[in-house]
Nanobody
Framework: QVQLVESGGGLVQPGGSLSLSCAASGGIFSLYDMSWYRQDPGEQRELVATITSGGSTNYRGSEKGRFTISRDNAKNTVYLQMNNLKPDDTAVYYC?????????????WGKGTLVTVSS
């Protein structure tokens, strides 16, 4: 069982930056593809960025160039650096772990951290 704990959310002004962290425990972190999702109230959770176990990264179109996902396998932590934040970036941000084990898909979610972009 993998536990994911996000941190780093808060209130930031438009144009500002935040760095989110997700600390993992209870599993072999390096085996997992790690992602950040976000969810607005009343909306579906949407993928923001992914970093694979091999270190490849993918971003949703609107965040590419503003957000950077990275991981430190020695610290069992994945990060999301968010720059030039906009009010539309306001959401709860969730950490997600995924891997395939045999015939099964194994996924875990964190509880989320709130990011509010407002002046």
């Amino acid at each position: 069982q993998v536990q994911l704990v996000e941190s780093g959310g808060g209130l930031v002004q438009p144009g500002g930056s935040l760095s989110l962290s997700c600390a993992a425990s209870g599993g072999i972190f390096s085996l997992y593809d790690m992602s950040w999702y976000r969810q607005d109230p009343g909306e579906q959770r949407e993928l923001v960025a992914t970093i694979t176990s091999g270190g490849s990264t993918n971003y949703r179109g609107s965040e590419k160039g503003r957000f950077t996902i990275s991981r430190d396998n020695a610290k069992n932590t994945v990060y999301l650096q968010m720059n030039n934040l906009k009010p539309d970036d306001t959401a709860v941000y969730y950490c997600h772990a995924y891997r395939i084990a045999g015939d099964a898909e194994v996924t875990y979610w964190g509880k989320g951290t709130l990011v509010t972009v407002s002046s």
